[in-house]
């Protein structure tokens, strides 16, 4: 995920306070003014938070696959708060605004289903490294 002021996902981790800011200013949030000094991370905290970082487009991917199913079901209000959630999951994804303005005009699941399946094409989602223990061979008894 980039944003106004990042240029990678190391930059997020290393300015936790600025990610929150940036995500708020996305979803159009109040940003209260802090005073708090920048909060010291643990090294594993730190990796957590790497890790969502590099896993975010995969996991906007999964939800935007998720979304499908339910625009397909639902209608009135419940409907329309998943079109907006279907709209920012797009605007994540940096899908060309023309195009989601297109798709939100016809209200048809079926663009969006097209979206994922181009998008699963591009690009395989990363899995992430299992890390193997390696075993010591069972001795013959």
Do not use: H
């Not at 975010?56 to 339910?70: A, I, M, S, T, W």
């Not at 079109?83 to 989601?100: A, G, K, N």
């Not at 939100?104 to 079926?110: E, T």
């Amino acid at each position: 995920m980039q944003g106004p002021g990042f240029r990678s996902c190391e930059q997020l981790v290393r300015q936790p306070y600025r990610a929150a800011v940036l995500i708020r200013w996305e979803r159009n949030e109040a940003v209260p003014p802090s005073s708090d000094p920048p909060r010291e991370y643990t090294p594993y905290q730190l990796e957590v938070i790497r890790r969502y970082y590099e896993n975010l487009p995969n996991n906007l991917l999964r939800r935007l696959e998720e979304l499908v199913g339910d625009l397909y079901l639902t209608t009135g209000k419940k409907g329309e708060r998943l079109w907006e959630r279907t709209r920012q999951i797009l605007v994540q994804l940096e899908i060309p605004s023309s195009r989601i303005d297109y798709i939100l005009s016809r209200r048809d699941p079926v663009l969006v289903a097209e979206i994922v399946q181009e998008l699963l094409r591009q690009k395989k989602p990363v899995q992430p490294e299992r890390r193997s223990v390696e075993r010591e061979p069972k001795s013959g008894s």
